[in-house]
């Protein structure tokens, strides 16, 4: 018994130390990098953090979602809403659009948790679409189909601007590497382990005296908080904020990097991200049907390789599920 609990645990410690030499090896190679391959690893970066939020309702908790990007456009949307029209600053921009980002998830937590499976799906979906509704038609305040144009990218004033690709890139990566860190040890927290004990059997864990509701709902108030995070950077990164941050396929596709890395690892997720971003941008290129071809390589990885990329070359501890 002892010797299957302490399996996992080298395999947690070599994704981290992966983990922190891909960081380290993209810091290194950037400045080294063209333009594009480097706004690309930046898109990456930040689509990483987003799809690592998913994968604590749907990794750890066994909650997919299909409503997740409206937390990462009312960040996004609160950023450009400040930023253009009140000039405000890098900190306040932040706290505003975390707040909300993060009052809005507490709100749809309520109605959302009390369903279970393809509910939970379906309402996740409704109020994501509630969202894209108030972007597409608040045009006083959004600009509608129109979107916000014009997001400066912040001052931090340390004598170098964030303008240029490449510093920006450095302050995208070390924002992801801190979200990152946070959800690592959020997830390796007594709070993580309950969230997978709730995972694998939430009537056994209510025997035990967990109260299942209060821990499924603070996972999707967090959630929606990192997820907000990834709308702040993306919001300074784009320039540019408009109702497709907030449309169902921008949900899809994170939910698809989260099952494509490998749920229930955060690693996962990020390798999720930085694949379909990559396959995104260079198949799209060839062809307008890239969808199609992203489509067969889920079906693929689901077929050949059901816990995902990351999951096919871990294995799994004697007795696990």
């Given at each position: 018994?002892?010797s ?44 990483a ?62 109605l ?45 004033g340390?004598g ?18 801190l ?16 969230l997978?004990g ?20 603070l ?5 929606g ?46 390798l999720?991200a ?48």
């Amino acid at each position: 018994m002892s010797s299957g609990l302490a399996a996992p645990a080298p395999t947690l410690d070599r994704k981290v130390v992966a983990g922190f030499a891909a960081l380290t090896l993209a810091g290194v190679l950037a400045p080294a990098l063209p333009a594009y391959p480097l706004t690309l690893l930046t898109q990456a970066a930040i689509v990483a953090v987003l799809a690592m939020s998913l994968d604590i309702l749907l990794g750890y908790t066994g909650l997919p979602s299909l409503g997740h990007a409206a937390y990462f456009g009312i960040a996004a949307y609160t950023v450009a809403i400040l930023a253009t029209e009140r000039q405000m600053g890098l900190a306040g921009c932040l706290v505003a659009a975390l707040l909300l980002a993060t009052a809005t998830a507490a709100l749809f937590g309520v109605l959302a948790i009390r369903a279970t499976g393809t509910y939970f799906l379906m309402i996740t979906l409704a109020l994501g679409m509630v969202v894209w509704g108030l972007a597409f038609r608040w045009v006083s305040m959004t600009k509608g189909d129109n979107g916000i144009a014009g997001v400066p990218r912040p001052g931090l004033g340390l004598g170098w601007s964030l303008a240029e690709p490449l510093p920006f890139f450095y302050f995208a990566l070390l924002a992801a590497a801190l979200a990152w860190a946070a959800m690592g040890v959020l997830v390796r927290s007594p709070f993580g382990l309950g969230l997978k004990g709730i995972r694998e059997s939430e009537s056994r864990m209510r025997a035990l005296g967990y109260n299942v509701w209060l821990h499924k709902y603070l996972a999707f108030v967090i959630s929606g908080f990192f997820a907000g995070f990834a709308g702040v950077l993306w919001a300074y990164y784009n320039g540019f904020v408009g109702p497709a941050d907030v449309q169902l396929v921008t949900s899809v596709e994170t939910l698809l990097m989260a099952a494509l890395g490998g749920p229930g690892t955060l690693a996962g997720s990020a390798l999720g991200a930085v694949a379909i971003v990559f396959l995104k941008n260079f198949v799209s290129v060839y062809t307008k049907r890239w969808l199609l071809i992203l489509g067969a390589v889920y079906i693929g990885v689901i077929l050949w390789a059901p816990r995902g990329v990351l999951g096919a070359f871990t294995r799994e501890p004697r007795g696990a599920r």
